[in-house]
């Protein structure tokens, strides 16, 4: 649920939450079994474990369970974590927000204006975090209307900009029930800002607790017409383009000696375009429009237009699409500091000043990191962040521990439906390039990706929230790095996916399992048969209920199952291909491409084309035909008198299917580069090819092309049952190869690391 459009609601139910304080149910569930490679290694590493491919690896193992260990947290399955759980329905306390106005200086900078907030969010090994910000914000813009009328529709432009900027502290509690935290929530005296930094505060910071100041300075451009199609149908279109600045300094206590100050200096420039057709909710619908009851009238008239803001979220048809091209650059500095150090302590006070003046301090910084384009070579791109670098450490007295930068540019795509009440679906989907370079090495890293995230959730009611969701995201990073020569290496393939439900079934549940057990049963196969030897036993994990109870049949008579719901269940799956891998798929030959491609076909299509399969033939470009004459006098016994099924088609599917996926492949071979030959594979892997088959289906063909010592493969369950006599799940599986010194650990650890530093931290992470 939006905090910021609910404030008032949740505001009125925070007396009757304290009531329920210490009654309400819940049961904690630790998750950070997940949260891997956070803290682990570098790019450098990363570089160096690619390099080393599969050197020294012992023979593939079969999967089998570990329990699952607490290890330091990803800030991309942290993410997932919060998308997944925001705006659910999950307990009476969670979603209370108190917002507490204070008019107080901050600083000596005229004009701005603090007020407090203060929320809780659960952390995947269910710990309520209490979350206190100081939003700090001075703004400068104004919207131009009636540019111009289109049959009385008005166009109107806005123009916007201004600095803001928020003080954020994250104190981890130990408590794992909301309204049991909310007594804590309620004690406005411990509210608590990092302004002003002193020695004595940061002396005062408890292990976990992270402070933030993030700031951004924006200028955006946008512009949008409407057209009520009907009084309570609207068509809008919408066009704009910002740049924004983004610097931010967090504080980590990581344990009593260790204090990490992380530095970021984004820049970024998005352009965007969308179209969106639905209708409004009108609060006269729940006769709310001069705010007659008592009740609303206890409230303010606030609240008015929070309900009916919520109600649009929820009843409000809709269907949307956009569209968006982004480029930027970040830079990001670690230091670690002693907190028990009192000249170490006292440089870190001085370098932040103790107020806002940190911010013009982070700007100074980043305008020394303006000339750094993703077009330098390794020597100008080190020197330009080398001067950044200079600047903190110098302030602080301290080397720092990592240095790093990055480039980006993408595109992405997405789509949203609302269908009141029943369900609501956001889809998206993008290609993306990142450069990444550090100033402890020669090397630059490139990665390629490829995305598809998708959320549905059903039975969505206004105020209370989404009962049913379920979430999947799916990521390929094609991976390269060049030395300072200028030579790029052969490329690696990582395939990451987090899929998790909250209050579906067991068979839900089930799925993930078995959807990945899909790609896994092909592994090194060559396109003959299965191999059952890596796949996860997902039915000793998920049980069914036993038919024997079951005192319902279906229309033939056998026994209809009733489903065990469980609060949730989350997965992490990851694929890596080094690049010997890589090169034995680009290599293959357009025949075990196309043998490969028949080997997953199921049911009657499987049938029918294993009839023919001595008819295929292949021509010198790897085009697939065959002697339709022929086939059609072998399948003539699966042709319909209606005319209503042709087996022919069947065949003729397969063949166009196989010719374009063998097509694909051999258009990655056939770039001039390694840089071409990684943005190409990204597009193939992410459906981008003339097959238009991505993700796990194209995944299926290509491990077959493989030597299963060339690949690694790690799936992590975790399920919040609440099913009387079952366990929960925990478990972590390695496949192919659990040598974790063998090269997997450090590919897809160095590869979580890479991608958790430069990403944008969540709420709960610096």
């Given at each position: 649920?939006?905090?910021?459009?609910?404030?008032?609601?949740?505001?009125?139910?925070?007396?009757?939450?304290?009531?329920?304080?210490?009654?309400?149910?819940?049961?904690?569930?630790?998750?950070?079994?997940?949260?891997?490679?956070?803290?682990?290694?570098?790019?450098?590493?990363?570089?160096?474990?690619?390099?080393?491919?599969?050197?020294?690896?012992?023979?593939?193992?079969?999967?089998?369970?570990?329990?699952?260990?607490?290890?330091?947290?990803?800030?991309?399955?942290l993410h997932f974590w919060e998308d997944l759980k925001s705006d659910v329905f999950d307990d009476i306390c969670k979603?209370?927000?108190?917002?507490?106005?204070?008019?107080?200086?901050?600083?000596?900078?005229?004009?701005?204006?603090?007020?407090?907030?203060?929320?809780?969010?659960?952390?995947?090994?269910?710990?309520?975090?209490?979350?206190?910000?100081?939003?700090?914000?001075?703004?400068?813009?104004?919207?131009?209307?009636?540019?111009?009328?289109?049959?009385?529709?008005?166009?109107?432009?806005?123009?916007?900009?201004?600095?803001?900027?928020?003080?954020?502290?994250?104190?981890?509690?130990?408590?794992?029930?909301?309204?049991?935290?909310?007594?804590?929530?309620?004690?406005?005296?411990?509210?608590?800002?990092?302004?002003?930094?002193?020695?004595?505060?940061?002396?005062?910071?408890?292990?976990?607790?992270?402070?933030?100041?993030?700031?951004?300075?924006?200028?955006?451009?946008?512009?949008?017409?409407?057209?009520?199609?009907?009084?309570?149908?609207?068509?809008?279109?919408?066009?704009?383009?910002?740049?924004?600045?983004?610097?931010?300094?967090?504080?980590?206590?990581?344990?009593?000696?260790?204090?990490?100050?992380?530095?970021?200096?984004?820049?970024?420039?998005?352009?965007?375009?969308?179209?969106?057709?639905?209708?409004?909710?009108?609060?006269?619908?729940?006769?709310?429009?001069?705010?007659?009851?008592?009740?609303?009238?206890?409230?303010?008239?606030?609240?008015?237009?929070?309900?009916?803001?919520?109600?649009?979220?929820?009843?409000?048809?809709?269907?949307?699409?956009?569209?968006?091209?982004?480029?930027?650059?970040?830079?990001?500095?670690?230091?670690?500091?002693?907190?028990?150090?009192?000249?170490?302590?006292?440089?870190?006070?001085?370098?932040?000043?103790?107020?806002?003046?940190?911010?013009?301090?982070?700007?100074?910084?980043?305008?020394?990191?303006?000339?750094?384009?993703?077009?330098?070579?390794?020597?100008?791109?080190?020197?330009?962040?080398?001067?950044?670098?200079?600047?903190?450490?110098?302030?602080?007295?301290?080397?720092?521990?990592?240095?790093?930068?990055?480039?980006?540019?993408?595109?992405?795509?997405?789509?949203?439906?609302?269908?009141?009440?029943?369900?609501?679906?956001?889809?998206?989907?993008?290609?993306?390039?990142?450069?990444?370079?550090?100033?402890?090495?020669?090397?630059?890293?490139?990665?390629?990706?490829?995305?598809?995230?998708?959320?549905?959730?059903?039975?969505?009611?206004?105020?209370?929230?989404?009962?049913?969701?379920?979430?999947?995201?799916?990521?390929?990073?094609?991976?390269?790095?060049?030395?300072?020569?200028?030579?790029?290496?052969?490329?690696?393939?990582?395939?990451?996916?987090?899929?998790?439900?909250?209050?579906?079934?067991?068979?839900?549940?089930?799925?993930?399992?078995?959807?990945?057990?899909?790609?896994?049963?092909?592994?090194?196969?060559?396109?003959?048969?299965?191999?059952?030897?890596?796949?996860?036993?997902?039915?000793?994990?998920?049980?069914?209920?036993?038919?024997?109870?079951?005192?319902?049949?279906?229309?033939?008579?056998?026994?209809?199952?009733?489903?065990?719901?469980?609060?949730?269940?989350?997965?992490?799956?990851?694929?890596?291909?080094?690049?010997?891998?890589?090169?034995?798929?680009?290599?293959?030959?357009?025949?075990?491409?196309?043998?490969?491609?028949?080997?997953?076909?199921?049911?009657?299509?499987?049938?029918?084309?294993?009839?023919?399969?001595?008819?295929?033939?292949?021509?010198?470009?790897?085009?697939?035909?065959?002697?339709?004459?022929?086939?059609?006098?072998?399948?003539?016994?699966?042709?319909?008198?209606?005319?209503?099924?042709?087996?022919?088609?069947?065949?003729?599917?397969?063949?166009?299917?196989?010719?374009?996926?063998?097509?694909?492949?051999?258009?990655?071979?056939?770039?001039?580069?390694?840089?071409?030959?990684?943005?190409?594979?990204?597009?193939?892997?992410?459906?981008?090819?003339?097959?238009?088959?991505?993700?796990?289906?194209?995944?299926?063909?290509?491990?077959?092309?493989?030597?299963?010592?060339?690949?690694?493969?790690?799936?992590?369950?975790?399920?919040?049952?609440?099913?009387?006599?079952?366990?929960?799940?925990?478990?972590?599986?390695?496949?192919?190869?659990?040598?974790?010194?063998?090269?997997?650990?450090?590919?897809?650890?160095?590869?979580?690391?890479?991608?958790?530093?430069?990403?944008?931290?969540?709420?709960?992470?610096?």
């Amino acid at each position: 649920m939006n905090h910021e459009k609910t404030t008032t609601i949740k505001s009125a139910v925070v007396f009757l939450s304290l009531v329920c304080a210490l009654n309400a149910p819940a049961r904690a569930n630790d998750f950070s079994s997940f949260f891997e490679g956070a803290d682990k290694g570098s790019m450098a590493d990363l570089v160096n474990g690619l390099r080393s491919g599969a050197a020294g690896v012992p023979d593939p193992k079969a999967p089998e369970a570990q329990p699952s260990q607490p290890q330091p947290g990803n800030n991309e399955l942290l993410h997932f974590w919060e998308d997944l759980k925001s705006d659910v329905f999950d307990d009476i306390c969670k979603d209370v927000e108190i917002p507490i106005e204070a008019g107080f200086d901050i600083a000596d900078i005229a004009g701005v204006e603090g007020k407090f907030k203060r929320y809780m969010k659960q952390y995947p090994d269910n710990k309520i975090a209490v979350i206190d910000e100081v939003g700090v914000k001075l703004n400068a813009g104004h919207t131009f209307t009636d540019i111009f009328n289109v049959n009385g529709n008005a166009f109107n432009i806005g123009f916007s900009g201004g600095l803001e900027g928020k003080s954020v502290v994250v104190r981890k509690t130990e408590e794992s029930k909301y309204c049991k935290n909310l007594l804590k929530l309620a004690d406005l005296r411990k509210v608590k800002t990092i302004l002003p930094i002193n020695e004595k505060r940061i002396g005062e910071m408890k292990v976990n607790e992270i402070w933030k100041f993030p700031a951004r300075m924006y200028l955006g451009v946008s512009g949008g017409l409407g057209y009520p199609v009907q009084p309570w149908l609207n068509v809008a279109f919408s066009l704009g383009t910002s740049k924004e600045m983004k610097p931010s300094v967090t504080l980590f206590k990581m344990d009593e000696n260790r204090l990490r100050m992380r530095i970021r200096l984004d820049r970024i420039t998005v352009k965007s375009a969308g179209a969106s057709v639905g209708t409004s909710f009108d609060a006269g619908m729940i006769g709310l429009p001069e705010a007659e009851s008592y009740f609303i009238e206890a409230l303010g008239k606030e609240i008015n237009k929070s309900i009916v803001k919520e109600f649009n979220k929820y009843i409000a048809l809709k269907f949307g699409v956009s569209h968006s091209r982004a480029k930027g650059k970040k830079l990001l500095l670690e230091f670690i500091i002693d907190p028990k150090n009192p000249q170490q302590v006292a440089k870190l006070v001085d370098f932040l000043k103790g107020d806002l003046s940190i911010i013009k301090r982070l700007i100074e910084m980043g305008v020394r990191f303006n000339d750094f384009t993703d077009m330098d070579d390794n020597a100008a791109g080190a020197a330009a962040m080398q001067q950044v670098d200079e600047v903190a450490s110098q302030g602080l007295g301290l080397n720092s521990t990592f240095a790093g930068a990055n480039h980006f540019n993408g595109t992405s795509n997405g789509m949203n439906i609302v269908l009141p009440v029943v369900m609501h679906s956001e889809s998206n989907s993008g290609q993306r390039y990142d450069r990444y370079q550090t100033t402890d090495s020669d090397q630059v890293l490139h990665v390629h990706n490829a995305s598809k995230n998708q959320s549905v959730s059903n039975i969505n009611i206004p105020i209370v929230g989404k009962i049913f969701k379920h979430n999947t995201n799916q990521n390929f990073y094609v991976v390269n790095y060049e030395d300072k020569g200028g030579k790029v290496s052969d490329a690696a393939v990582v395939y990451q996916r987090y899929e998790g439900y909250i209050k579906h079934d067991e068979r839900d549940a089930r799925g993930m399992v078995e959807n990945m057990n899909e790609i896994l049963k092909f592994a090194g196969v060559q396109g003959n048969g299965v191999n059952k030897d890596f796949m996860v036993d997902a039915n000793s994990l998920f049980p069914r209920l036993d038919p024997a109870n079951s005192t319902e049949t279906d229309e033939w008579g056998n026994p209809v199952l009733d489903s065990k719901r469980y609060k949730s269940a989350l997965m992490s799956f990851s694929l890596v291909f080094t690049q010997k891998a890589v090169n034995s798929i680009l290599v293959a030959p357009a025949i075990s491409v196309m043998k490969a491609v028949l080997n997953v076909m199921e049911g009657l299509d499987r049938e029918i084309l294993e009839k023919v399969r001595h008819l295929f033939k292949m021509d010198k470009e790897g085009k697939v035909d065959y002697d339709w004459k022929a086939a059609r006098k072998i399948l003539s016994d699966y042709e319909r008198q209606d005319d209503s099924f042709d087996p022919l088609s069947v065949v003729n599917s397969f063949c166009t299917n196989a010719s374009r996926i063998i097509a694909d492949i051999a258009s990655v071979r056939e770039e001039g580069d390694q840089k071409a030959r990684a943005a190409r594979l990204s597009q193939v892997l992410g459906g981008k090819g003339k097959s238009r088959v991505g993700y796990e289906n194209m995944m299926q063909v290509l491990i077959q092309l493989v030597d299963v010592k060339d690949i690694y493969a790690k799936m992590d369950l975790r399920t919040d049952k609440r099913i009387k006599g079952e366990e929960n799940i925990a478990n972590s599986y390695d496949m192919y190869n659990n040598n974790l010194q063998a090269g997997y650990g450090e590919q897809l650890g160095n590869a979580n690391a890479l991608r958790d530093r430069f990403a944008d931290p969540t709420v709960l992470s610096d």
